[in-house]
């Protein structure tokens, strides 16, 4: 069954008490530590790496030349945002970005994510976008930052998910 085409328009933020640096750096250099499962395109899953450069790779690590491309940077400005552009993990024909665009409030860091897609889009899918952004950056990446706990590639998620 082909899937018609629909768009997505998502926009999470979150208050995370910690500079833009460090914040930019657990997107950036740490991305494995707080994304995981079920939010990986597979369980072969070894590692997920983010290149912080102009025209750097977003992607699933498999094995040894194995793995998932979710998308390409597209723009960077350090410690302010980072947009990556492809499939963010998608399946079939789908193009889209996301953009996490970081704010300094006193002595914490307001995240805010946009996150747009058009192509062959279930509502199972959209709606599993707008909760798994919920809970990465709402519950994983914040208390990755803040409290050191780690959610990501080869670790335990938080209590009440499970991995697909």
Same mark, same amino acid.
């Given at each position: 069954?082909?899937?018609?085409?629909?768009?997505?328009?998502?926009?999470?933020?979150?208050?995370?008490?910690?500079?833009?640096?460090?914040? !930019?750096? *657990?997107?950036?250099?740490?991305?494995?530590? $707080? $994304?995981?499962?079920? %939010?990986?395109?597979?369980?072969?899953?070894?590692?997920?790496?983010?290149?912080?450069?102009?025209?750097?790779?977003?992607?699933?690590? $498999?094995?040894? =030349?194995?793995?998932?491309? +979710?998308?390409?940077?597209?723009?960077?400005?350090?410690?302010? $945002?980072?947009?990556?552009?492809?499939?963010?993990?998608?399946?079939?024909?789908?193009? =889209?970005?996301?953009?996490?665009?970081?704010?300094?409030?006193?002595?914490?860091?307001?995240?805010?994510?946009?996150?747009?897609?058009?192509?062959?889009?279930?509502?199972?899918?959209?709606?599993? !976008?707008?909760?798994? +952004?919920?809970?990465?950056?709402?519950?994983?990446?914040?208390?990755?930052?803040? *409290? =050191?706990?780690? %959610?990501?590639? =080869?670790?335990?998620?938080?209590?009440?998910?499970?991995?697909?």
């Amino acid at each position: 069954m082909v899937e018609e085409v629909r768009s997505i328009d998502i926009t999470e933020q979150v208050m995370i008490k910690a500079t833009p640096n460090r914040v !930019y750096n *657990a997107i950036t250099n740490k991305i494995a530590a $707080w $994304w995981g499962a079920p %939010y990986l395109y597979t369980r072969l899953a070894k590692d997920l790496v983010l290149e912080p450069k102009l025209g750097g790779k977003f992607y699933e690590v $498999w094995g040894i =030349g194995q793995g998932r491309l +979710w998308g390409t940077v597209t723009q960077i400005k350090k410690n302010e $945002w980072i947009e990556i552009t492809g499939t963010i993990g998608m399946k079939g024909a789908v193009q =889209g970005n996301i953009c996490f665009a970081l704010e300094a409030k006193g002595h914490s860091t307001l995240l805010t994510l946009t996150h747009h897609a058009i192509g062959q889009i279930s509502e199972e899918t959209r709606s599993g !976008y707008v909760l798994g +952004w919920k809970d990465l950056l709402g519950t994983r990446l914040k208390s990755f930052i803040e *409290a =050191g706990k780690k %959610y990501g590639v =080869g670790f335990d998620p938080p209590p009440g998910l499970h991995s697909n």
